[in-house]
């Protein structure tokens, strides 16, 4: 049985410092999101509702969540 606060998606954002990128765990699936790239920074969306998820250094990258949590 699944649960509806199960991960779906991964929101993988570039660390200032260089390092591994940094991992978010997002509930919808990955096709639910809008990434929007402007120069060096990127702002990520959930499409139905326009709410603002992400605002930050980029590029940021969304794949579905390969393991189940």
Request: aromatic letters at 8%.
């Amino acid at each position: 049985m699944s649960s509806i606060l199960e991960p779906n998606a991964v929101l993988r954002t570039p660390t200032w410092y260089g390092g591994p990128p940094d991992e978010t765990l997002l509930l919808f699936t990955a096709g639910e999101y809008r990434v929007e790239h402007a120069g060096q920074r990127s702002t990520v969306r959930i499409i139905a509702s326009g709410a603002l998820i992400y605002d930050g250094i980029g590029p940021v990258e969304i794949s579905p969540a390969d393991v189940p949590f």
